[in-house]
């Protein structure tokens, strides 16, 4: 029993050091000029705006969706009013970006049975999250989008989906379409997991087809 306390604490130790060390790079990259400022100006002046009841771009001269569909990225703006900073997106987009390993095992230690399996393919998976998956090291590396903030959303959904949580997971599914207007891909991508690997092929078919309206009306007409 102590070393199982003992082994949570230094798991909870690891993640607080991996969690500061990011946050800290991030941080330093963006004092030492190593951001490319382009999109964290544009989007952290949209969100200054709604801070002041202005759903706007100064940069477009048009409203805040005009240049990519997302109003869940919008209850960020309650952050600049503490601090009108541009370092909000950066560290919102690092902290994503780290919270996806603990969500990993999360995911594995449900899926099974042997904890030693769990953790096996958690270092993998992880591993590959930091070093290798080209969509999140470019995520971490390039400045801010909003489709940023997706990656834990669409992992805690799973685990929603997993634990027959439908009322939070239907939440997350529709706070992720106003991440950016491509993320009825989402949809699209569990639809095809229920229809082929689970019995809920009704709701996987409602999901092929939402996501793939969401989309169209996003990219067309929104």
């Not at 990259?29 to 999109?39: A, E, G």
């Not at 370092?87 to 042997?114: G, H, M």
């Not at 239907?170 to 095809?192: D, P, R, T, Y």
Request: glycine share 4%.
């Amino acid at each position: 029993s102590t070393q199982g306390v003992s082994s949570a604490a230094s798991d909870v130790y690891k993640r607080q050091v991996h969690v500061a060390l990011f946050v800290a790079i991030t941080i330093i990259k963006y004092y030492s000029f190593s951001w490319n400022v382009w999109d964290v100006g544009n989007f952290s002046n949209k969100l200054y705006n709604i801070a002041n009841g202005r759903f706007y771009s100064s940069y477009l001269g048009a409203h805040d969706w005009a240049d990519h569909f997302n109003p869940s990225m919008s209850p960020l703006a309650l952050l600049y009013l503490l601090v009108p900073s541009t370092n909000w997106v950066t560290l919102t987009k690092t902290i994503a970006y780290v919270s996806v390993p603990p969500l990993i095992y999360q995911i594995c230690r449900e899926l099974f049975d042997n904890k030693e399996k769990a953790w096996l393919v958690t270092v993998i998976l992880a591993l590959a999250w930091m070093l290798i998956y080209a969509p999140a090291l470019n995520s971490l590396y390039y400045e801010f989008q909003p489709s940023s903030l997706a990656p834990p959303l669409i992992l805690y959904a799973f685990l929603c989906f997993t634990r027959k949580r439908w009322l939070v997971f239907w939440l997350l599914m529709f706070l992720l379409l106003g991440l950016k207007e491509h993320l009825g891909a989402v949809w699209i991508g569990f639809g095809f997991y229920m229809v082929l690997a689970t019995p809920q092929k009704k709701m996987g078919l409602f999901l092929i087809a939402g996501g793939v309206i969401a989309v169209y009306l996003s990219l067309i007409h929104i």
